[in-house]
């Protein structure tokens, strides 16, 4: 049974850091491309990054690029996201995703319960 268990959310300032960890189990970790997206109330889900199985290429949508970085230790079978620079528009639930493949240009096929990100202004 694949189970994916995000952690490090929490409420912080504009202007502030925060690092999501997510643990993946239940599967071959690094056969597969792992992302974020983020869904904020009343919002539609929102792609916000992904990492390729060898954890050499990643992708940001623009809304976070050069502000989040996004990496994975596949020893320990878990995802990483810092964002820096937050703003109170990445206010969202954040969710750990494993893809379908090994790149970045297919879809999820696992997703955790998530964890809430809230930055006050």
């Known amino acids: 049974q694949v189970q994916v268990v995000e952690s490090g959310g929490g409420l912080v300032q504009a202007g502030g850091s925060l690092r999501l960890s997510c643990t993946a189990s239940?599967?071959?970790?690094?056969?597969?491309?792992m992302g974020w997206f983020r869904q904020a109330q009343g919002a539609e889900r929102e792609d916000v990054s992904c990492?390729?199985?060898?954890?050499?290429?990643?992708f940001y949508g623009d809304s976070v690029k050069g502000r989040f970085t996004i990496s994975r230790d596949n020893a320990k079978n878990t995802l990483y996201l810092q964002m820096n620079s937050l703003k109170p528009e990445d206010t969202a639930m954040y969710y750990c995703?494993?893809?379908?493949?090994?790149?970045?240009?297919?879809?999820?096929?696992?997703w955790g319960q998530g964890t809430q990100v809230t930055v006050s202004s």
């Open positions: 239940g599967l071959t970790f690094d056969d597969y491309a």
């Open positions: 990492i390729i199985r060898s954890g050499d290429l990643a």
């Open positions: 995703a494993i893809l379908n493949g090994q790149h970045c240009t297919t879809t999820y096929k696992y």
